[in-house]
């Protein structure tokens, strides 16, 4: 499965939950692991509408290891 087929699954997945670090507003993302393989992440204040972006394992790995670095800290 490639990217583009990643998104096009997790738009349809059922599983998506807020992050435990979310702020109690809606300023949060959502995740979900449903598609095997994958994790997505959506912006909960548009939900179902939101746009998916879709990582592989390696990926978000990297995602999370560099945000706890402060790799992108602004």
């Known amino acids: 499965?490639?990217?583009?087929?990643?998104r096009t699954?997790?738009?349809h997945a059922t599983s998506w939950r807020k992050s435990s670090r979310s702020a109690p507003q809606n300023a949060c993302v959502e995740v979900s692991t449903e598609v095997p393989g994958w994790v997505g992440?959506?912006?909960s204040k548009l939900g179902a509408a939101s746009p998916v972006l879709a990582f592989?394992?390696?990926e978000w790995r990297a995602l999370?290891?560099?945000a706890a670095s402060g790799e992108?800290?602004?």
């Not at 499965?1 to 990643?6: I, K, Q, R, S």
């Open 1 to 6: 499965m490639n990217h583009d087929e990643a």
């Open 56 to 58: 592989n394992h390696r």
């Open 72 to 74: 992108f800290d602004v």
């Open 64 to 66: 999370l290891d560099g």
């Open 9 to 11: 699954a997790l738009r």
């Open 41 to 43: 992440i959506r912006d």
